[in-house]
């Protein structure tokens, strides 16, 4: 009867365990997929509109293309912090284009407004 009651429970180990290695096995070969991240925009438009950078910080991918507008009624600059690009003086209407082709984030500002700064952050 011991024999027996042994026998039995030994028996239910090696199913208890059969029945975890196949539900991690099954997990295993269907990993949950990472969820798609929001990828960033390709080429982005920055109106320049009551004397400040609409968006003020905006995201591109690496080689993609940010454009200002200028919306006011008075010139305006977008001129990087770093002095890698400029636009020089944009009357009203007028646009400029800017092409990023290393990741990183960019800091600019107006040469007639210091109080209009912005950003663009462009990644890989
Ligand atoms: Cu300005």
Known sequence: MKKYILG???LFA???MAFA???KS????NPEPAPPATPPAASVSVEIK???FSASSVSIKKGGTVTW???DSTPHTVTDNAGS?????MATSATYSRK???AGTYTYHCNFHSSMTGTVVVSN
Not at 26 to 29: A, D, H, L, R, W
Not at 85 to 89: A, G, L, R
């Open 8 to 10: 039995l429970s030994v």
């Open 69 to 71: 507008t200028n919306a």
């Open 21 to 23: 290695a196949c539900s």
């Open 26 to 29: 099954s997990s295993g070969s």
């Open 14 to 16: 090696v199913v208890v």
């Open 100 to 102: 990023f082709e290393t």
């Open 85 to 89: 690009f400029d636009s020089n003086s």
């Open 50 to 52: 009551n004397f400040a």
